[in-house]
Nanobody, 114 residues
Framework: VQLQASGGGLVQAGGSLRLSCAAS????????VGWYRQAPGKLRELVAT???????NSADSVKGRFTISRDNTKNTVYLQMNSLKPEDTAVYYC?????????WGQGTLVTVSS
């Protein structure tokens, strides 16, 4: 299994970005996928998750601003990020859990300027 995260970049506060996490392999539709982020000098934290059935959960810090979704026909999970704040600046990673194993993508950098 390989995960390819993309969509990061530089955006002004209040702006939007959409991250994508594309997965290889045939087990994607049965997998749970999460987005995590790690800011400089901080621990990696969970941002949002989506189960194989489409149930979602998100951190309190992003509720109402970020939306996680998936398209099983494209083996891709998205993170729509709106109303971005400087404190959202971090490297964003996707992680897929399938068959009891966890797989990480390589990360994509999101920088929010004030």
């Amino acid at each position: 299994v390989q995960l390819q995260a993309s969509g990061g970049g530089l955006v002004q506060a209040g702006g939007s970005l959409r991250l994508s996490c594309a997965a290889s392999g045939s087990s994607f539709s049965q997998a749970s996928v999460g987005w995590y982020r790690q800011a400089p000098g901080k621990l990696r934290e969970l941002v949002a998750t989506i189960t194989s059935g489409g149930s979602t959960n998100s951190a309190d810090s992003v509720k109402g601003r970020f939306t996680i979704s998936r398209d099983n026909t494209k083996n891709t999970v998205y993170l729509q990020m709106n109303s971005l704040k400087p404190e959202d600046t971090a490297v964003y990673y996707c992680r897929m859990v399938s068959g009891g194993y966890g797989y990480w993508g390589q990360g994509t950098l999101v920088t929010v300027s004030s």
